[in-house]
């Protein structure tokens, strides 16, 4: 385990926002990133809650933005240096905002971002 501090985490977190295609950045519509030092029990290294935009309709109104939490000390605790944190933000990211646009899991997977 390396153990990366929460202001450094926050930072490669932003880093993996950033690399995001700006054509698809532009898209991400009402989602709040937050990062937690612990996942709720399992082996979670992120979580999407909300609606991906596959499926919403016209709110017409306001609503919660959806959130994407990445956990420091999941991801953290699966690497043994600092540039393997690096990358598992990066995938960790990635996958979550695919979620977020309606991609699930088992094409994920396909993809090579399980």
């Known amino acids: ?64 933005p959806d959130r994407i939490t990445i956990f420091r000390r999941s991801v953290c605790a699966m690497c043994h240096t600092e540039a393997e944190v690096v990358e598992q933000v990066r995938v960790t990211v990635v996958h979550e905002v695919a979620h977020h646009f309606g991609i699930d899991d088992d094409r994920l997977d396909e993809l090579g971002w399980a």
Not at 15 to 41: C, F, K, R, T, W
Not at 46 to 62: K, V
């Open 1 to 64: 385990m390396v153990d990366v501090g929460s202001e450094r985490f926050a930072e490669l977190v932003a880093d993996a926002l950033d690399a995001i295609p700006p054509e698809l950045g532009e898209q991400m519509d009402n989602v709040s990133i937050v990062i937690e030092d612990h996942a709720p029990p399992g082996s979670m290294l992120g979580l999407y809650e909300g609606i991906p935009l596959t499926e919403r309709a016209d709110y017409g109104g306001l609503v919660m």
